[in-house]
């Protein structure tokens, strides 16, 4: 009570100590929270882009001809690696879609996929749903896709292109086509001889889903079950033999079974470890962990950067609180030298002291985080408004601009309470080393 009492009595001096302390600690949480806030909008963008989860994995037999190949076994030992959950093999071929009259204008990308492996992707529909383990006869399209019908024959005039072709989905019809036309004739194409080789029956597929239009991994391909793709690849790869010879489409091959495997990992932990270990074992892996960690490093530095320049906004506040508790002493010389001759205790009048250092750094650390929450809710409603390109820069393109999470607010409280402990313990070993005499003496 004596130290509180204090404290009123110089309420300007206490209320500019206090200030200080205030902008203190504001000022090194909202540093910070630009920090954590880009660190944020960084893991937002990537997560928005590409699962933080999947690692890309390809064949690396340019580099190193001995590297393993992607097929069967590799997914097996892949799936053994500690950490995931499952290796999905991207399997696509090219092939036209047919609508009534209406034909892509060039061979699409045909991917096959089953439930389980959609559902372990994540993948999402806008309209429609995705095709369950059930449905041996559907297809999946991406947006962009539905610009690319025109009628047989005729070529898309990009100048002045035909609007998207809707399909109601659930009903209508498609036909994957995989053969192959002569540019210009529209018949289908002919072997090395000249001889026109018959296109195999195209297969009937059902509008089942439409990729939403941020979906923009699926926005140019479209989906079907599994076992429908491997019917269709085998008959493609008979087609091919007849059209280009015995090779068929050999000449591209490598010995790789899977352009590409999707590898997904359990969780964000094990994602660099399981990269690691694909790497070891000669494959090519990438992963949008990697790019989030070096963003986190640059973020960390930028944090370190903001929050010393904060800091020295505390340090200040710390050097303003020693200075009032030294003024205080001068003033309160004769009180001091009284509570010593009435039989006061040291440690008392040390605690006194410190009290209020305390006191005057909690308050303050109080009053700045409730401050700095009222300024970053300011600084993310009005301050991309106000300074646009400044702090999108900040934001990273993000939702928030500053992002003040409870630990930091609890961190700047105590911390901005230590540091009222620590300016005043000096103060107060001075008073404690008065002497009494002395002390009454001097007034």
Known sequence: MMSVRSLWRRKLRTFLTILGVVIGASSIILMLSLGIAMDSNFKEQMQNMQSLTLIEVSPNNWEDPNAPKLDDKALEAMEKIEGVQMAIPIRSINAYLEFGKYRTSWQVEVRGLSAEEMQILGYKVGEGTLFGPTDANAILLGKELCREFVKKGQEINWRNPPPPMEFEVGEDVLKVDIGEYAWGTNEPASDQDGNQIEVPKAARVT???????????????????????????????????????????????????????????????????????????????????????????????????????GAISLVVAAIGITNTMMMSIYERTKEIGVMKVIGAKLTDIKKMFLVEALLIGAIGGAVGVA?????????????????????????????????????????????????????????????????????????
């Open 207 to 309: 509008v089942m889903g439409m990729f939403p239009d941020e979906d923009w991994e699926n926005n140019y391909s479209c989906i079907i079950p599994v076992e429908l793709f491997d019917k269709l690849k085998e008959e493609q790869e008979k087609y091919q033999k007849k059209l280009y010879g015995e090779e068929g489409n050999g000449r591209y091959n490598d010995g790789n079974k899977y352009r590409n495997v999707r590898v997904k990992v359990i969780d964000e932990d094990h994602v660099l470890s399981v990269q690691q270990a694909l790497n070891d074992a000669g494959y090519r892996a990438y992963s949008p962990m990697e790019y989030l960690e070096e963003m986190k490093k640059a973020s960390n530095s930028i944090q370190v950067m903001l929050g010393g320049i």
């Open 371 to 443: 401050f700095s929450y009222a300024l970053s809710y300011l600084l993310n409603k009005f301050g991309p408004q106000i300074a646009g390109e400044m702090f999108s820069m900040l934001g990273s393109g993000g939702t928030n601009v500053s992002i003040i999470p409870p630990w930091l607010a609890l961190a700047a409280l105590i911390f901005s309470t230590i540091i009222g402990l620590i300016s005043g313990y000096f103060p107060a070993r001075r008073a404690m080393g008065l002497s009494a005499l002395s002390a009454i003496r001097t007034e």
